[in-house]
T-cell receptor, first 115, second 112 residues
Framework: GAGVSQSPRYKVAKRGQDVALRCDPISGHVSLFWYQQALGQGPEFLTYFQNEAQLDKSGLPSDRFFAERPEGSVSTLKIQRTQKEDSAVYLC?????????????FGDGTRLSIL | DAKTTQPPSMDCAEGRAANLPCNHSTISGNEYVYWYRQIHSQGPQYIIHGLKNNETNEMASLIITEDRKSSTLILPHATLRDTAVYYCIVRVRQNYGQNFVFGPGTRLSVLP
C-alpha cells in the first residue's frame, strides 16, 4: 500500500538552471494533480492529468513550467530557466478516478530552493 | 467558487476534544466539504469529507449545519501529534478536473 512518492525530496539549483521533479502516484490512480506551496501558505493548483491527458494547466505560472505524464502513471514537472520566485514546495496528488467525491492523496513534496 | 473562512489559529489541551469551525456561506448544492491537515514538512493528509449529513471515521467527525453554510471538524481526543494546519475546502468543479482550492487554514496547537 505505497502512497504517492515524490523525488527528490529536496532540490537546490542555481538561478537559470532547469529542474525536473518526479511524482509516482498510487498505482491505478487515474487523476494526478500538481500543486505549488509557498512558505506559510496553502497549496495552489498548477495542473491536472486524467491518465496521460493534461486536461487543465490553468495554474501554471509561466511557460517555463511544463508537466507531462506520458504513460498515464509517473509524472514529471519541469521548470526551465529557474527564478528565485520558483522556490517553493511542489506537491503531487493522485485520486482513484475523476469522481467528484474522491479524495486526493498527497505526497510529501519536493522542496525546491533557487539560489 | 465557494470560499471558506477559518480562524487562523486555535489551542487545545491534550486529551480534550478539538472543535475546528469553518464557514462556507456561498457553498452550492453539489459541492462537498473536505478537511485535510498538514503536519510540518509533510504533504496534506486527507481527514474526512461530507455533503450534508454528518460523517464520522476513525480520525474525526464532521458536523455540517442544516443550511450547509458552516461545518465543524471534531477531533474527539486530541493528542500532541494532532498539532498541524487544518484546511477546510469546498470541492470546486473546474473544467475536467476537480482541484482543491486551499485557504490559509487553522493552525491547531495541542498543548500538554
Amino acid at each position: 500500500g505505497a502512497g504517492v512518492s515524490q523525488s527528490p525530496r529536496y532540490k537546490v539549483a542555481k538561478r537559470g538552471q532547469d529542474v525536473a521533479l518526479r511524482c509516482d502516484p498510487i498505482s491505478g490512480h487515474v487523476s494526478l494533480f500538481w500543486y505549488q506551496q509557498a512558505l506559510g501558505q496553502g497549496p495552489e493548483f498548477l495542473t491536472y492529468f486524467q491518465n496521460e491527458a493534461q486536461l487543465d494547466k490553468s495554474g501554471l505560472p509561466s511557460d517555463r513550467f511544463f508537466a507531462e505524464r506520458p504513460e498515464g502513471s509517473v509524472s514529471t514537472l519541469k521548470i526551465q530557466r529557474t527564478q528565485k520566485e520558483d522556490s517553493a514546495v511542489y506537491l503531487c496528488a493522485s485520486s482513484y478516478d475523476t469522481g467528484f467525491t474522491q479524495p486526493q492523496h498527497f505526497g510529501d513534496g519536493t522542496r525546491l530552493s533557487i539560489l | 467558487d465557494a470560499k471558506t473562512t477559518q480562524p487562523p489559529s486555535m489551542d487545545c489541551a491534550e486529551g480534550r476534544a478539538a472543535n475546528l469551525p469553518c464557514n462556507h456561506s456561498t457553498i452550492s448544492g453539489n459541492e462537498y466539504v473536505y478537511w485535510y491537515r498538514q503536519i510540518h514538512s509533510q504533504g496534506p493528509q486527507y481527514i474526512i469529507h461530507g455533503l450534508k449529513n454528518n460523517e464520522t471515521n476513525e480520525m474525526a467527525s464532521l458536523i455540517i449545519t442544516e443550511d450547509r453554510k458552516s461545518s465543524t471538524l471534531i477531533l474527539p481526543h486530541a493528542t500532541l501529534r494532532d498539532t498541524a494546519v487544518y484546511y477546510c475546502i469546498v470541492r470546486v468543479r473546474q473544467n475536467y478536473g476537480q482541484n482543491f482550492v486551499f485557504g490559509p487554514g487553522t493552525r491547531l496547537s495541542v498543548l500538554p
